[in-house]
């Protein structure tokens, strides 16, 4: 059963610098994509940064491109997000999501299971 827990969310001012982390059990990082997307309040879930099946293969979206890294750690089962240069614009409820198997994608629908999710805020 795969689990999927967020945490390191939190209300940060801009120009700050935040880490999520995401504990995956019942995952093999080496046969899936796992990724962060976002969701603010009225707006649709937004693909924000992947890292492939190979651990060498990292996309972004290009509002957080150059200030937000996506890593992983196979020994400890967790991917973790972090955020530097903080915006407001970056408020929002972040999720954690693995990939079906070998699907390389910023398209939610190709995510079978997502976290619960932890909230970022941003003050200006």
């Known amino acids: 059963q795969v689990q999927l827990v967020e945490s390191g969310g939190g209300l940060m001012q801009a120009g700050g610098s935040l880490r999520l982390s995401c504990a995956a059990s019942?995952?093999?990082?080496?046969?899936?994509?796992m990724a962060w997307f976002r969701q603010a309040p009225g707006k649709e879930r937004e693909f924000v940064a992947a890292?492939?099946?190979?651990?060498?293969?990292?996309d972004y979206v290009d509002s957080v491109q150059g200030r937000f890294t996506i890593s992983r750690d196979s020994a400890k089962n967790t991917v973790y997000l972090q955020m530097n240069s903080l915006k407001p614009e970056d408020t929002a409820a972040y999720y954690c999501?693995?990939?079906?198997?070998?699907?390389?994608?910023?398209?939610?629908?190709?995510?079978?299971?997502w976290g619960q999710g932890t909230q970022v805020t941003v003050s200006s």
């Open positions: 890292i492939k099946w190979n651990g060498g293969t990292t």
């Open positions: 999501a693995r990939s079906r198997p070998f699907i390389w994608s910023r398209n939610h629908n190709d995510y079978s299971d």
């Open positions: 019942g995952v093999t990082f080496s046969l899936y994509t």
